[in-house]
């Protein structure tokens, strides 16, 4: 049989496996929930569930025993960085070689294709991070989202709800965002509203 190798991008809206052939020819893609940092309240049940997840519907589309296969090699990309994940990635996925990495690099080598290259990440989070030609790497941002990921979607959707109350409160700039964030919810009033943000 070829040997196999594995992709994992494992952000904060989704997480994604991709399987291909020694020649390069993508045989699977799998696609799973969000791939939380490791150490946040359910954490490592919401990681181990998004890993597998992805890896046996890329499996499962490549006619593969996802619980016998042992990939030649396999790189993985998570949002918030390495931290413990290769521990917790070895008991999921067997495989002769790991590379762990944070997105934004896989991102970049994606876009780029190994090539000298700056990437902007806009999604829950945000995060830039580029490689110049002598491989020297530099970042801003991606440090979640009690420390920044600003413009991404957790940061201004809490923009977007502290005008809105602000203006609710009477204080604020006058604003449609309350307007539209009533709406877009289905909210009867302020209270509703953060009682849906609130309720997992």
């Not at 791939?35 to 046996?56: D, I, L, P």
């Not at 945000?126 to 991606?142: D, E, I, L, Q, Y």
Request: aromatic content about 8%.
């Amino acid at each position: 049989m070829s040997r196999l190798y594995l992709g994992i991008d494992g952000g904060q809206s989704s997480t994604k496996a991709l399987i291909a052939k020694e020649s390069g020819r993508i045989i699977g893609h799998g696609r799973a929930g969000p791939c939380n940092h490791v150490r946040t309240c359910q954490g490592r049940a919401k990681f181990f569930e998004a890993v597998s997840g992805s890896v046996n519907a890329a499996c499962n589309q490549a006619g593969i025993d996802a619980s016998t296969v042992t990939f030649a090699a396999v790189c993985l990309g998570f949002s918030g960085g390495p931290e413990d994940k290769e521990a917790h990635s070895r008991e999921l996925i067997r495989s002769t070689k790991y590379k762990i990495t944070h997105d934004a690099e896989i991102a970049l080598s994606g876009a780029t294709a190994g090539q000298p290259g700056i990437i902007t990440i806009a999604g829950t989070g945000s995060m830039v991070f580029g490689r110049n030609a002598a491989k020297k790497t530099a970042r801003a941002g991606g440090w979640g989202y009690v420390f920044g990921d600003e413009g991404g979607a957790f940061d201004l959707t809490r923009r977007a709800l502290r005008a809105a109350l602000q203006f609710e409160e009477g204080w604020g700039r006058p604003t449609v965002l309350r307007a539209v964030l009533l709406e877009s919810t289905g909210a009867r009033d302020a209270n509703d509203l953060l009682h849906r943000f609130y309720t997992p």
